[in-house]
């Protein structure tokens, strides 16, 4: 059974970048697909990206290039960094394997983590 | 982006009614659309994958059907456990998009 959990700080300040990490086990890192995703008041659930490959990666374009997912294998760990944060960004972070055979679903979710971007 | 609507917002049900959610897509997304369900406190649980295809674990009681832009969620004989809120989520094109979900309450 694969289980994810995501950590991090829980508060930003403004301007500043949001760094999560991302732990799995029962599974690897390195033959999925990851997806972060948050959700919010606001907005809702929204997808930032996924990588895959161990590398490759497809982000939202609504992160305007200020989301960067990378991979640490000898770790089994993938990571999340959001720059110039507001407080728009404020929301629950979930990272979710995609199992990806024609169709692609995220199947293994963490439980998130809660990031208040305030100063 | 590829817009994803889900109505009604929210509804009340009795145990062992049948509730149908729909689930409408800006543009066809032919049936790359998935149904997921959450629980306060929790992550989303998916459901059905590929419009139609029960995720492994899931009761036969959810189901799901619908194709291009138009797609539907029915629960069969509402548990009182499926009180919940529900979402469609396409992944026929990046960026992956969510519904706005619909509560659920059973009565």
């Known amino acids: 059974q694969v289980q994810v959990q995501e950590s991090g700080p829980r508060l930003v300040e403004p301007s500043e970048t949001l760094s999560l990490t991302c732990t799995v086990s029962?599974?690897?890192?390195?033959?999925?697909?990851w997806s972060w995703i948050r959700q919010s008041p606001g907005k809702g659930l929204e997808w930032i990206g996924y990588i895959y490959n161990s590398g490759s990666a497809n982000y939202n374009p609504s992160f305007k290039s200020r989301a960067t997912i990378s991979v640490e294998t000898s770790k089994n760990q993938l990571s999340l960094r959001l720059s110039s944060v507001s407080a728009a960004d404020t929301a629950v972070y979930y990272c979710?394997?995609?199992?990806?055979?024609?169709?692609?679903?995220?199947?293994?979710w963490g439980k998130g983590t809660t990031v208040t971007v305030s100063s | 982006d590829i817009q994803m609507t889900q109505s009604p917002s929210s509804l009340s049900a009795s145990v062992g009614d049948r509730v149908a959610i729909t689930c409408r897509a800006s543009q066809s997304i032919i049936t790359y659309l998935n149904w997921y369900q959450q629980k306060p406190g929790e992550a989303p649980k998916v459901l059905i994958y590929g419009a139609s295809s029960l995720q492994s674990g899931i009761p036969s009681r959810f189901s799901g059907g619908g194709s291009g832009t138009e797609f539907a969620l029915i629960i069969t004989s509402l548990q009182p456990e499926d009180s919940a809120t529900y979402f469609c989520?396409?992944?026929?094109?990046?960026?992956?998009?969510f519904g706005q979900g619909t509560k659920v309450e059973v009565k």
């Open positions: 979710a394997r995609g199992h990806y055979v024609t169709y692609h679903y995220m199947d293994f």
């Open positions: 029962g599974g690897y890192v390195s033959n999925s697909y």
């Open positions: 989520q396409q992944t026929y094109s990046v960026p992956y998009t």
